[in-house]
């Protein structure tokens, strides 16, 4: 694969992401969709470096997650004339983020005998397009775009029909020899092997640099870029709890996984929020936060806590039909764009899903196990109870008191389930299903929020009402298996039509059903068959359809591919129910295709062709990657094949580290817990593989948590 075939490098921080190509570049040519974004715009659509009139050659080019830095290797391409030889000089081009501006430092080093005068340009370009028409949505008009020359650089402006000035300021540090409207030319002197240091600052906030005074040198700015960068990565491996086995492939996803969800999260007011996905969706998502904080539960809870934070400042208190809000429910999407500002699309503030609510429930009562963080949990009950009031009011307004959703926002989402393209839900026959929809994992998630609510408030000696919802819970399971299963598929029905109907097809949905203990153990087994026959789990993973449906497709977004965060969840689910070999399967298959992708980053999706020995997964050309809930699987599946658990003893309230039936996968024969915490008490342990069993040795703990394995 060229270097122009490689797929984008990405940096986030804040509300700014880049998409980079390996010179560390923003080529429309090669990637259109790239650039830098800063607040659901796009800043910077075209950044460009000539040495000698050429683009330099690549040598190399990471991207070092760790940190947060991108670096390419170059050398100047050129040969004849006034230049020197090819790879004569050599340039290290190391870029980094912070909330508001881009930095960029260039380190030349010319290895000619005689000192060289290189000649070096800059192009660059803002279009200040909105996220969405980057994604090909067309628009009637556009603002004002205008240029300024300044002492070192340019000054790009746009004021958009919002009425708000966007602007780019790139930054030299020296006054260029010659500028227009988007290039910027001059002059460095290089002696013999001394390394000329320059740097670029592309700056995003509305009024001046935002890192420092504006008499701080670019040179200044990549220096305090760079502190601010590693700090911000060092803390996140601090406050987690680490992994590592003495397998080096698996030890890489785990690490690129952990950098990825760190990338992607934003410390908002009320912590660390895991964006979704870059370049779709890098902004709060209610579903994929939950699910993403969910995954990270047992290693990284400072996340649960910033989610369920945000959510509940978020959360609908009046009806808007013009972005689906009604009072309780929780946010689908967040978004700071021109176009959302304007309400040419509804996701300023879009409440458009069905499921977000009743895992923000869930999530809350799994972090109060979690955490024991009883002072917050309390703080969030008036968001929780009105979540469940939302959740009932919905169940009793329909026809047959199952949770359902039918759009009323003019361009919202036609489907309101983690599948929410517009053909994901469909009869056996194709038929698009119509009416108020209720999907079969919308009613787990619903069961799973009342046993949630019921352990929050036990917690807070609210008993009675404990008992009311686990009655409601008992009543809704009952209803669930009798309406959703299908004897002719073998498993539940995707879902029921407005009129009630089975929508009797085969799909991963049923999968999340076992993860809140909703299925009758007389029916897990078919479930898991379904889910692991060949005509849906591919190898790689399990499809979002069989592809024994009508609308099966392998190249579809939902109808067929193959999504990471679903694969996890199914997981945890067969693993409640003690199939852990199902759930060994399913990692395997996640972790054979985390090393066929580059820089072990599963995507948000791939195609669900099925596996052949001389290939490897089929990419699906436009998914997001990083996407936060798909670097949150692996440690999902960790979860689900190791048994684990925390929590406290009811009766001694001591902390308790659980294990049930831990295995672990063929190629691993030790796995390393280190720092994991629950207030106070810490604890370091090592799984280890022996002749028959998987072990657990406690390496280090606090006096007051105790290990508990369960076979």
Known sequence: MSHDQLPPFV????ETFAMLDSRGEICPETHPDSGIFHRGTR????LQLLLWQRPPTVLSSTERGEMGLHVSHLSNENEGGTAPSRGSVHLERSTLLTPTSCVQQLSFTSFEAEPVRMPLALRCDADFRDIFEVRGMPRRRRGALAARALADGLELTYRGLDGEDRRTLLRLGVPPEHRGDNHLSLHLELEPRVTRRFCLVLDFHPHGPALAADT???????????AATIERFDEARRCAAALVTDNPALNGWIQRSSSDVHLLSSRLEHGLYPFAGVPWFSCPFGRDGLITARQLLLVEPRLARGVLGFLAENQAHQHDPASDAEPGKILHEARLGEMAALGEVPFRQYYGTVDATPLFVMLAGDYLERSADRGFIAGLLPALEAAMAWIRAAEAASFDGFLRYRRAAQGGLRNQGWKDSDDAVHHADGRFAEGSIALCEVQAYAYGARRAMARILS??????????LLE?????RRRFHAAFWSDAIGTYALALDGDGQPCAVRSS??????????VPAGAVASVARQLLAPTIFNGWGVRTLDEREVRYNPMSYHNGSVWPHDNALIGLGLARYGRTADAMRIFSGLFDTAR???MLRLPELFCGFPRRDDEGPTLYPVACSPQAWASGSVFGLLEAITGMAIGRDP????????????VLPRPVNLLEISGLRLGEEEIDLQLHRSEHDVGVLVRRRTPGVDVVILK
């Open 11 to 14: 940096l986030k921080d804040g």
């Open 509 to 518: 949905n049923a999968g999340h059903c076992l993860l809140t203990g909703i």
């Open 459 to 468: 917690a807070v000696d609210r008993q009675g009402e404990a008992e009311t």
């Open 596 to 598: 066929a992708m580059p």
């Open 43 to 46: 800043h910077l659509s075209r």
């Open 472 to 476: 409601e819970a008992s009543d809704l």
């Open 216 to 226: 701080a040198t670019p040179a200044d700015l990549f220096d305090a870029a760079l």
């Open 651 to 662: 009766d001694s309230d001591r902390v308790q580290v659980r294990f049930r039936n831990p």
